[in-house]
C-alpha cells in the first residue's frame, strides 16, 4: 500500500466527516452540520491529506499565525490505517510546511493522550480554556 499525502488538494465536508467519522474523532465534533464543518475547513490555514488511491484515509488540520504558532486542532486516520504510521507523516508533513520557528500545540483527546508522546509532542501542563456554548 502506498499512502500519497497532500497540501494541495481541496476536501469536501462530506469526505472529512466521513474520515473524522472512520477515525471515532467524528464522535467529538459537530458532524452533523456540514456547514460547520465547511467553515472549519474554509478557515484552516493549512490542511494536509494523506490518500490510498482515490481515497481519503488522513486529515491534520491546522490553524496557525506562520511565524510563531500552530494548533493543530484535527488529527484524524481511518480506523483501519491506524499503526502504519500515516498520523506520523501527516504531522511531520505539517511541520515542514509550518518550518522551524512554528511550535504546534493540540488538544489531545483522552484515548489518544498516550500517542502523541511517541510521535514527538511533549507534555505541557498549563493550558485554559473557555467551552463552547454549542
Known sequence: MSIRYSTDVVISAEQFV???NASTLGERRPVDDLARMQTMLANADLVVTAWDGEKLVGV????????YAAYLSDLAVDQTYQKQGIGR??????????????????????AAADYYAKVGFEWIERGWQIKRTS
Open 60 to 67: 491534520a488540520r491546522t490553524i496557525t499565525d506562520w511565524c
Open 18 to 20: 466521513a474520515v473524522l
Open 89 to 110: 507523516q501527516l504531522i511531520e508533513a505539517t511541520r515542514e510546511k509550518l518550518g522551524d520557528q512554528c511550535s504546534l500545540v493540540l488538544l489531545a483527546a483522552p
